[in-house]
């Protein structure tokens, strides 16, 4: 019988290094990922993101390329680590996971590590309207960036993503997905150009 608490484990996306490395801080994330794996708390791993669209130097892998070689390290099986390698931002890090990874595989039970920049009002947002109703989920952060600078970006890109989410529904992934492509310049969308964007969270 399957005890897991959780079905998958989700690793939200953070900045690797201009050269493809792994930051402190998410290496720290991974090892409490690793721990909390071989204690059996979930059945699976997520790890999230492409590169980030705020970089501007060229990264031969991507994020969850990174993440999933580092969890290897310690002898996590590959076949339990699902990588979600399209997404450039943290909203596309939960939208795309969801439609690649959960919905295929009807997980609905999620732990879901935030970065240390990452507020917790702004997480719990994109969960609840990307996810929608149907999905349990809980945030367990592994470090915390408590700078004045870092809280400002994290408000200003929250209300950046209520501006255009509001209106949709809970868990209405087509709609949340074509504003998505239609709005932000990383994925082709005109509503700001990538340096107007990068400007507004520096």
Known sequence: MNSAKYDAIIVLGGSLTSDGYISDADKTRLQKVTELYKEGIANAIIVCGSNGYKGLDEVNTTEAEAYAYYL????IEPNSIYLEKESKETLGNILFAKMQILTTHSWQKLLVIPTYKHSNERIEYLLNKILGPTYDWEILRVGQ???????????????????INDTFADGDTKAIYDELMKTHPAYGGTKWTLDELREKMK
């Open 72 to 75: 290897q390290s310690f002898n």
């Open 145 to 163: 960036n408590d700078d004045s600078a870092n809280g400002e970006r994290e408000a200003l890109a929250l209300k950046l993503s209520k501006d």
